[in-house]
Antibody, heavy 122, light 107 residues
Framework: QVQLVESGGNVVQSGRSLRLSCAAS????????MHWVRQAPGKGLEWVAV????????EYADSVKGRFTISRDNSKNTLYLQMNGLRPEDTAVYYC???????????????WGQGTLVTVSS | EIVMTQSPVTLSVSPGERATLSCRAS??????LAWFQKKPGQGPRLLIH???NRATGIPARFSGSGSGTEFTLTNSSLQSEDFAIYYC?????????FGQGTKVEIK
């Protein structure tokens, strides 16, 4: 069965950096796009970034563009999110999610991890 | 950016009753609409994609309809495990965007 396990969440000061990881198993990682989505405390879901199955294309939310970088290592079945210049408003639970369709097809999210908490203090 | 608007914000329903949730897109997203269920401490669970396709393992009491800008998620008979927050999400345009959520609570 599909498993996505996020790690790397922590408490960091404003302006610092953090890298999140998502270990994937139970499917052919190299054929699916992958996403990061976050949920701030008491708020709704906010899509953060996507990377295509082969890393050839990436898209970002405006709120993180220029500060966050999504990447993947298909040899390790692992997704990453490098977060630089963190701000208090980046405080959230960060989820990795698998694209529902293989290759570069429809971008609905069919499996999600349990999330990892990032807290940015001012 | 496509703005997704859900209504109502909160829906109070008795177990066994029918629940209807609405989602409106600020412009046409054809049928590229998904619905998720979210419970505290858990990752979201995909219920519906392509506006009306039930995801694997989702009970038949959940159904989706609509296209263009107006969409509906219906639960024909609420079970105790269905009380949660529900989100719609469009995937027709970047950035992907979610509605603000509808909380389905026990009446």
């Amino acid at each position: 069965q599909v498993q996505l396990v996020e790690s790397g969440g922590n408490v960091v000061q404003s302006g610092r950096s953090l890298r999140l990881s998502c270990a994937a198993s139970g499917f052919t990682f190299s054929t699916y796009g992958m996403h990061w989505v976050r949920q701030a405390p008491g708020k709704g879901l906010e899509w953060v970034a996507v990377i295509l199955y082969d890393g050839s294309n990436k898209e970002y939310a405006d709120s993180v563009k220029g500060r966050f970088t999504i990447s993947r290592d298909n040899s390790k079945n692992t997704l990453y999110l490098q977060m630089n210049g963190l701000r208090p408003e980046d405080t959230a639970v960060y989820y990795c999610a698998k694209n529902g369709a293989a290759w570069a097809a429809k971008h609905y999210l069919d499996h999600w991890g349990q999330g990892t908490l990032v807290t940015v203090s001012s | 950016e496509i703005v997704m608007t859900q209504s109502p914000v909160t829906l109070s329903v008795s177990p066994g009753e029918r629940a209807t949730l609405s989602c409106r897109a600020s412009q046409s997203i054809t049928s590229n609409l998904a619905w998720f269920q979210k419970k505290p401490g858990q990752g979201p669970r995909l219920l519906i994609h392509g506006a009306f396709n039930r995801a694997t393992g989702i009970p038949a009491r959940f159904s989706g309809s609509g296209s263009g800008t107006e969409f509906t998620l219906t639960n024909s008979s609420l079970q105790s495990e269905d009380f949660a927050i529900y989100y719609c999400q469009q995937y027709n345009y970047w950035p992907l965007t979610f509605g603000q959520g509808t909380k389905v609570e026990i009446k």
